[in-house]
């Protein structure tokens, strides 16, 4: 018996040796794989900063001889919190400072990033950059010239033009081959080896046909720059023409503006004592001193301390992380040819997951940065439209959530266009319901799914134009005397909610706008929304909806369910981020019509509180159909939470009506659908007739309607 206990641990002890020594190897091998994979990317890190050095060497040399119009670079400084940046275009070094500086330091590091080229510098050698970057406005000009430059940013929307020289086909930016520098032209994304360029540039010229996005970018032959005002007192001489011409969606508060100012300090990376100028109308600045006669203390590239001599640069400051400087300038377009069909490009940066400013560097990039607009409260859609005032067949992208559409497609309405533009939506809110109905996307992660920004571009630039039902929302309060009784309006594009769905977004949206740094993902937002539905199924606030609120159809009152919670009245086929309610494609008991985004009908369904909402997320539930008309009216006795397009409200005692408010021309993506390519074609054909004269604009817009509305 002993014997045999002894056998059984030295077999354990062996075992116990094999393991440690089979341990020992597979920590050995992962640190040893590790090691060679962080040298690979060192070595990988330096022959590409070499490369950029020997670019920026070889352009230096050539740029004399090029004779391409330049313009300032046009700074917007940021925090980098650890994001991987390039290089600085000033001494061609890393971004990032070393650790000494601690990791503090090393995260709250302000970096100088130019909105339209997007090269980087430190905050310090951005005074000292080049003016090499790309000029917007060469009205006078004879043709457009390729704007080299080196390739800072690698923009994988076109993997085609992003891996091969355009001249001789072979690879660029290929270390282990010990290829020939590379240069990209900052107007058609095209890149070419600098020992190809003098090739190219004897055999046929330099000339720049703005590459496969001609068709949607306005020619910077075409911009014009506006002489400005002369600046007083430091400040801009127009900020309050600007107020009066930017409109602002909700109030705009009153700002004390000093004119002088006195040092700037550094504070944890962060300046404080910012001129403030007024806001570029679209998004554009350039450089203008301060009137400060006092040093900078700067970080140098050791860690230590320095001061340069001579006054800092302006800024002016702006929330989120990003100060941008300089002095506006302002645009008009000429000679526009008329069968061009430009771009309109709106950027609402804060909405959904605020990938705004990311995005609005990349268009920058990819279009003639005047096409590009910042929506904000102290600027709306107007801007853009007054420079698109004389432009024909121009269409509009809006970069936000369905709230941004419908503050574009206002606009438009008090603009009177004679031929409207239709309008594309490219998705950054959370829902993002209209966008997945027009085959846009549920959010900005699925561009990446589509080939990129640039073939969104493009699909954008040959989609279908169909009709999209705008309706009208009076609501009146109730008062003892119906002389006080308020009565205001809005207008509705997607849905309106009243019950548990609207107290969720209500309670969502105060969240958001008490906690605005939590919401920077589209999938944590909806976690959050999905936590606020939870609570409601536990407090069932709503749940004598039944007896509080009566529901009228073309002037005939609809018995709500007893267990009803919330009622939702519909215009498109998505609700809450992609949940189809009336389910046209389900066999049904009812003899409703099918339900169409532009047959001046709306449905009304009901749902029985959040559970309910949960099941209908992810397919376990029905909600239940109870009527379709054209005139809706909800009438409350007490106070309910309510929500038209995701914009949620507490509504007091009163009466809802919803009444037809004509239509909007909207863009769908072609691609998505045999049918719609077919549409794409005769609506190019419509737009060359009416270039050559063979119809007007309202023969135009009528043939338009009704091809929309049988094909669609």
């Known amino acids: ?247 602002v969606h909700g109030q705009m508060k009153k700002r004390r503006i000093r004119t002088k100012i006195g040092p700037v300090r550094s504070v944890s990376g962060r300046f404080q004592n910012f001129v403030t100028p007024e806001k570029p109308m679209n998004g554009l600045s350039g450089l203008k001193k301060c009137n400060s006669e006092k040093n900078m203390d700067l970080l140098s590239k050791n860690g230590k301390m320095f001061g340069i001599k001579g006054p800092p640069t302006g800024f002016i400051q702006k929330r989120g992380g990003t100060v941008t400087y300089g002095l506006a300038k302002k645009f008009k377009i000429v000679d526009l040819p008329k069968d061009v069909r430009p771009l309109l490009v709106f950027i609402n940066t804060k909405s959904g997951a605020q990938n705004g400013p990311a995005l609005r560097r990349r268009l920058n990039m990819l279009l003639n940065p005047v096409q590009v607009f910042e929506l904000s409260s102290c600027q709306g859609p107007e801007a853009g439209f007054k420079l698109f005032s004389d432009v024909q067949n121009f269409r509009v992208l809006v970069c936000g959530g369905d709230g941004t559409v419908a503050w574009v497609l206002d606009a438009i309405e008090k603009f009177n266009f004679q031929s409207p533009p239709p309008v594309a939506i490219l998705p950054l809110g959370t829902g993002n319901d209209l966008a997945r109905v027009l085959r846009w996307g549920g959010g900005f992660s699925t561009i990446e799914g589509h080939g990129g920004l640039s073939n969104l571009l493009q699909d954008v630039g040959h989609a279908a134009v169909t009709m999209l039902d705008r309706w009208k929302i009076d609501i009146k309060e109730e008062n003892q005397d119906p002389a006080l009784a308020r009565t205001h309006s809005k207008f509705m594009l997607n849905y309106l909610g009243i019950g548990c769905d609207a107290k969720v977004a209500y309670e969502f949206h105060v969240y958001r706008e008490e906690n605005p740094e939590k919401f920077y993902n589209q999938f944590i937002n909806k976690l959050r929304y999905a936590k606020e539905g939870a609570k409601d199924i536990m407090d069932r606030a709503c749940a004598d909806l039944p007896w509080q609120v009566r529901l009228e159809v073309d002037g005939r009152e609809i018995q709500i369910p007893k267990d009803a919670e919330g009622l939702i009245v519909l215009n498109i086929s998505s609700y809450m981020g992609g949940v189809d309610l009336w389910q046209n494609d389900y066999d049904h008991a009812d003899d409703f019509n099918l339900q169409l985004i532009h047959d001046r009908m709306l449905e009304v369904v009901a749902v029985s509180g959040a559970w309910h909402l949960g099941k209908l997320q992810i397919g376990l539930s029905q909600a239940r159909r109870l009527a379709q008309g054209k005139t809706i009216k909800l009438h409350a006795s007490s106070p309910f939470p309510v929500q038209i397009d995701g914009e949620p409200y507490i509504q007091k005692p009163g009466s809802i009506e919803i009444n037809h408010h004509g239509q909007a021309f909207m863009l769908r993506r072609a691609s998505e659908e045999p049918r719609g390519r077919a549409v794409a074609i005769m609506t190019e054909v419509l737009l060359d007739a009416e270039c050559k004269g063979i119809i007007n604009a309202s023969q135009k817009n009528l043939l338009l309607e009704q091809m929309a509305l049988r094909l669609s």
Request: proline share 4%; hydrophobic share 40%; net charge neutral.
């Open 1 to 247: 018996m002993f014997d045999n206990d002894g056998s059984l641990l030295r077999v354990l002890n062996m075992w116990s040796t094999f393991d440690r020594v089979a341990l020992g190897w597979v920590i050995t091998v992962s640190v040893g794989i590790l090691s060679i994979v962080f040298a690979f990317l060192k070595w990988q890190r330096r022959t590409s900063l070499n490369g950029v050095k020997a670019s920026a060497r070889a352009k230096k040399k050539a740029w004399k001889k090029l004779n391409v119009p330049l313009s300032r670079h046009i700074w917007m400084e940021e925090y980098t919190y650890g994001e991987q940046l390039s290089t600085c275009c000033v001494c061609l070094t890393s971004l990032t400072f070393s650790q000494s500086l601690g990791t503090k330091a090393v995260l709250h590091t302000p970096v100088h990033r130019c909105s339209v080229c997007d090269v980087a510098a430190h905050f310090y050698c951005s005074q000292y950059a080049a003016k090499d970057c790309k000029c917007v406005a060469q009205a006078g000009h004879s043709h457009v010239q390729h704007h080299w430059s080196e390739r800072w940013i690698k923009l994988d929307d076109n993997p085609e033009m992003s891996a091969f020289c355009f001249y001789c086909d072979e690879p660029c930016d290929v270390p282990l081959l010990d290829a020939s520098p590379t240069w990209h032209c900052l107007w058609c994304q095209r890149l070419i080896h600098v020992k190809c360029h003098a090739k190219m540039t004897k055999e046929s010229g330099d000339d720049c046909d703005l590459g496969p996005l001609r068709n949607v970018i306005i020619s910077p032959l075409c911009v014009q720059e506006i002489e400005q005002d002369p600046i007083k007192n430091g400040m801009l001489s127009t900020i309050a023409e600007d107020a009066l011409l930017s409109p």
